[in-house]
């Protein structure tokens, strides 16, 4: 089993740490953001809850690191985070059962170990109907870290205007607007945004963090039921930048904005009321993005270093 990140030379190898890279989804709409906090649901908690029902005859409570912070409400199909845990109580928890027949479940080989974590969380987790799914669980390659590694995260938002199909089982995660909008001018808006900019006039403040980002992809195009559909990509997303450049851009193509106006307020570098932040329903993190495994460690070095006292991949 490769992946190991812990252990001294000459140790034991059930005393070896193992890191696991997780694939996550989940309905954002019953949950209070990603991040553990007392007294609320949220995926972070959720899912470290199960995972320390199943750990617990192993007597770890393991704990995750996700690539991107998502804010109340927001969903995910393409989260990214890693847990560490032990070599000899990860065995220990993807054992067959007792009553495993032929060709049943394993817990030997890397492959397998995943699959059975995976299979055994879900499980926990109520797989038939939960709001929040292990879609998949592997042994991460050396090196590999969910938050520091990531080189990118994207984002879409949908809006369903005046113009388009009100379908009520994209309801949880579709914007109803009630005007019509023109997508080309917010689309040709979102392009004058690209690059690296200081986007404090789309980041909520928080202390002790930077404001300066680099959107690589930012773009709008309606669908054939007519929603009108944002991309967005960034080396990370500052708080509520994401829901904010959308509200800019709903702001163009009602026509209370001009097409140059995001820009203009872009490097204005303060918050405006020229928009307003749009709800958190309508974004869904689609994908994150990683180096080659042999530029991993380098590239979460790097982000350590560049990031020292910037919160990064917070989205709201």
């Not at 070599?87 to 993807?94: K, S």
């Not at 023109?182 to 980041?203: I, W």
């Not at 930048?241 to 490097?267: D, N």
Request: proline share 4%; net charge neutral.
């Amino acid at each position: 089993m490769e992946g190991t990140t812990g252990g001294e030379p000459g140790a034991d190898a059930a005393d070896e740490v193992v890191r696991l890279r997780l694939a996550i989804a989940y309905d954002g709409t019953d949950f209070a953001g990603w991040s553990r906090q007392p007294g609320l649901r949220t995926v972070q908690g959720t899912l470290e809850d199960a995972l320390g029902t199943l750990f617990r005859r192993a007597g770890v409570a393991p704990r995750l690191t996700v690539a991107g912070r998502t804010d109340a409400g927001v969903h995910a199909t393409g989260q990214v985070a890693h847990v560490d845990a032990p070599r000899a109580a990860l065995v220990e928890v993807t054992r067959p059962k007792r009553s495993a027949g032929p060709g049943s479940e394993v817990g030997g080989a890397a492959a397998e170990v995943g699959a059975v974590l995976a299979k055994r969380i879900n499980g926990i987790l109520g797989s038939r109907d939960a709001d929040v799914v292990l879609a998949a669980a592997d042994v991460a390659p050396e090196g590999f870290d969910a938050r520091f590694s990531a080189t990118w995260r994207r984002y879409e938002y949908r809006i369903a205007d005046a113009g388009a199909l009100h379908d009520p089982l994209q309801r949880r995660r579709t914007v109803w607007h009630p005007r019509a909008l023109d997508v080309e001018a917010m689309h040709a808006a979102a392009q004058s945004l690209l690059g690296l900019h200081d986007f404090a006039a789309y980041c909520k403040p928080r202390e002790g963090a930077t404001t300066i980002r680099t959107l690589q992809a930012f773009g709008w195009a309606r669908g054939d039921d007519g929603v009108l559909t944002a991309t967005l990509r960034a080396d990370a997303f500052c708080h509520s930048m994401v829901r904010a450049l959308v509200g800019a851009s709903v702001a163009v193509g009602e026509g209370r904005l001009a097409a140059s106006g995001p820009e203009a307020l872009l490097h204005a570098a303060e918050r405006s009321s020229a928009f307003v932040v749009m709800p958190a329903k309508g974004l869904v993190l689609t994908e994150v993005g990683y180096p080659p495994d042999a530029e991993l460690a380098a590239r979460a070095a790097q982000t350590r270093a560049r990031r020292e006292l910037r919160v990064d991949g917070v989205v709201g």
